[in-house]
């Protein structure tokens, strides 16, 4: 089991997953709750030196930074290996078709 905990950060402390293959994250209209409700799921990532990487929530986390400027943002660090990283951003990319420049992006970064 994995140990997690729950923080508070700077959103621009928080980089994509280096696994992540998706290009745009599409119009964040219909994530405008976030003003005044935060988030319904907390977005999830791993320490990486002072900084930290997402393992999912990016849409989130760039709604955080539209709609609550200079807020801080909560975030649920774990220790996530790279293998935890990459599987999560195949499953996310299940739901909507990728490019095929985002295909090639997401085969490189896995034989890398």
């Known amino acids: 089991m ?4 729950l923080i508070t950060v700077d959103p621009g ?15 964040l209209a219909d994530l405008a709750s976030i003003r005044d409700k935060g ?3 907390t977005p999830k990532a791993r320490r990486a030196g002072d ?9 989130r986390r760039a709604a955080w930074m539209q709609f609550r400027p200079g807020e801080p943002m909560p975030l649920i660090v774990a220790d996530l290996d790279d293998r935890d990283m990459a599987e999560r951003a195949a499953l996310e990319n299940l ?3 990728l490019s095929a420049i985002e295909k090639a992006r ?4 896995f034989l890398a």
């Open 2 to 5: 994995t140990l997690e905990t």
């Open 95 to 97: 739901h909507k078709p």
């Open 106 to 109: 997401g085969i490189q970064r």
């Open 39 to 41: 988030f319904l799921q």
């Open 51 to 59: 900084r930290y990487q997402l393992q999912f929530g990016h849409r």
């Open 13 to 27: 402390q928080v980089d994509p997953n280096p696994y992540q293959t998706r290009l745009e994250l599409d119009d």
